[in-house]
């Protein structure tokens, strides 16, 4: 079996179909069997204005992230698309409408942009639409069916991917689209191709799960319903809010409540009342409407009350970037509350990661009795990967409670009670003789005001200690190391989506004779000291690339360790680029490209 290996953006103007292309893209793809990473980038602007791009990495093998070039360009509007040629690698193929070119303006035509080495496929892209589907709105899929042509990809599952996305629409809509894609499809496999662009033979492999396509949001929401989530409130906010639009569709089907309350603040305090309540409890948010929680989540510290908070991150402070990547949220999440509030926050580094960290979630929230925090990113939220996922059932506990024991006659129960690993049997309105009093206020064993500095530092410690189990928590990755074993040159630590970028340039670095190793951090709180301190006793220098201005996540590492670490803090409103990564490793080494 010959590897592939080859990465497709489609560029476009909203309005033109490029994410709808990429999406029927990469299923027909993953129904072929091929590993997929995709990810779309999309303007804040209404329809018919800013850029739109659909990357997709197309692989035999495991892959961790997209690469800097491209194999093929395609262009569905050339204004977006021509300051993108120089993204595509030599000997790749540049796809565009060849017809227009007296009707542009000087410089206007990619055909004029095409740069040596590269191969343009220009095609009559409108002219075959209108004759195929009687108008240009069928460009999207026309152009597709010309990329299925030309690289030699079997057009029934591109058809079956058409007939379902369309179903809804009417027999007449799935016709017109198919017919598109089929007289796109003529022209592609008509046309002169070279290997270079071509994938190899492929046999799909043997799979011990079900194998299915998702983004991160929805392998959240996939996490949420296996772990069984029972209640969940939220506000719209980008790029969570297709957490909550997923489970709006599927909480229903299973007698379970969503609510979209009228903001952030009463998303989170609905939230912590259902927990309190019993429920298994979620709120997903972004940067600003975290802000707006801050203060309700060290209610949920202080009263120990069990509830999930999914954070997708964005671009600035304020209102920022809405549709741009950045990792500048860790600070917010760590630290964003009031008082001394540490809670569980965890990081998942790719897509299957977010279903994992989604279901282990509500079982720690229940297990520490304490909020928990998942962090993502909007290049992860919105990244597809073809993930497997079990066919035997949910791989989640779902009932964490610490069970409540019986309680001598006349004995009061101690929703607080200190215990030697700082949990407190919990019990719920409704639990028999367990009649007891929460507010926001520091208390004693039984929850009663008391602000004795004997028990605000007996329950200080209570409320951290009991977190240090988290370090622990079965069946749960806290920290992983990748690459060389033993004592090393360069180390790379790296947190959340960043880390598929930072293994990719590992093994590069790997295959030019460099001794490195990386390791992913998956639990920044509470922080994993033993463990990464381990893995520094290892490295020469250790790396640590985080997509933020101020290096959050260094500073947590030199605040903790006291040791020295490499800084490589970006913020290009993008994934970190693996070159820059791979850069930095030669020259910690004193490799010389």
């Known amino acids: 079996m010959n590897a592939t290996d080859i990465q497709i953006a489609i560029c476009g103007s909203a309005g033109d179909g490029t994410i709808a292309a990429g999406d029927i893209l990469r299923n027909a793809v993953a129904a072929a069997g091929y590993r997929v990473i995709c990810f779309d980038v999309y303007p804040p602007e209404i329809r018919g204005f800013g850029k739109c791009i659909s990357r997709l990495r197309i692989t035999t093998e495991q892959s961790y992230s997209l690469k800097r070039q491209s194999d093929v360009l395609v262009s569905l509007d050339d204004s977006h698309a021509i300051p993108h040629a120089g993204e595509v690698r ?45 108008g240009a709105r069928s460009r999207n899929l026309v152009v597709l069916g010309y990329i299925a042509g030309l690289l030699g990809l079997a057009p029934t599952s591109f058809q079956r991917i058409i007939e379902k996305k369309f ?36 046999e799909k492999p043997a799979s011990a799960g079900k194998v299915i396509m998702l983004s991160g949001n929805a392998a959240v929401v996939q996490g949420c319903l296996d772990a069984e989530l029972d209640t969940f409130f939220g506000y719209p906010i980008t790029p969570a809010t297709t957490i909550m639009e997923r489970l709006a569709s599927e909480l229903p089907k299973r007698g379970r409540r969503l609510l979209q309350t009228e903001c952030e603040i009463s998303a989170i305090a609905a939230t912590i009342g259902a927990g309190f309540a019993g429920s298994r409890t979620a709120t997903a948010t972004s940067g600003p409407g975290l802000a707006l929680m801050a203060e309700m989540l060290g209610l949920a510290t202080i009263t120990e009350t069990p509830c999930v908070v999914f954070v997708s991150q964005r671009g600035g402070p304020s209102t920022g970037m809405p549709t741009k990547t950045e990792q500048s949220d860790l600070n917010a999440a760590l ?4 008082g001394d509030a540490q809670r569980i926050v965890i990081a998942p580094t790719n897509v299957e990661g977010c279903y994992r960290c989604a279901g282990k979630a509500f079982e720690m929230a229940e297990r520490y009795q304490t909020p928990v925090i998942v962090l993502l990113d909007l290049y992860l939220s919105n990244r597809y990967e073809t993930v497997t996922l079990s066919e035997s059932g949910s791989p989640f506990v779902l009932d964490a409670n610490k069970p409540l024991r019986r309680l001598e006659p006349g004995e009061a129960y101690q929703r607080y009670a200190l215990t030697p690993d700082g949990i407190s049997p919990r019990a719920v309105p409704g639990d028999a003789n367990c009649m007891h009093v929460i507010t926001g206020l520091e208390h004693n064993e ?72 990386a390791m992913k951090v998956v639990m920044l709180s509470p922080f994993p000291e033993k463990a990464i301190s381990a893995f520094m006793d290892d490295c020469d220098a250790v790396l640590v690339p985080e997509v933020n201005y101020e ?43």
């Open 90 to 134: 030599d000997n790749g193929a540049v796809i565009f409408e060849s017809q227009s070119i007296a009707q542009c303006g000087e410089g206007e035509h990619m055909s004029g942009h095409v740069l040596p080495g590269q191969i343009p496929y220009g095609f009559p892209l409108r002219e075959l639409a209108q004759k195929a589907t009687g």
């Open 167 to 202: 179903a809804k629409q009417g027999p007449a809509v799935v016709s017109r689209n198919q017919a598109g894609f089929q007289a796109g499809f003529d022209a592609g496999a008509g046309t002169f191709k070279l290997d270079d662009v071509a994938f190899g033979p492929f």
């Open 335 to 338: 630290y964003g509350s009031p």
């Open 446 to 517: 039984l929850g009663r005001p008391n602000d004795s500095a004997e028990m605000h530092t007996a329950m200080s410690r209570k409320r951290h200690d009991k977190l240090l189990g988290a370090l622990a928590h079965p069946d749960f990755t806290v920290t992983k190391r990748f690459g060389d074993t033993g004592k090393v040159k360069v180390g790379i630590l790296a947190w959340g989506s960043t880390f598929g970028e930072c293994l990719e340039a590992m093994f590069m670095a790997q295959a030019e004779g460099i001794r490195c190793a």
């Open 551 to 593: 290096g959050q996540f260094a500073q947590l590492v030199q605040g903790v360790l006291a040791r020295p670490v490499v800084r490589l803090s970006r913020v290009p409103s993008s994934p970190m680029p693996v070159e820059l990564i791979l850069g930095e490793i030669r020259r910690l080494s004193g490799v010389n490209a």
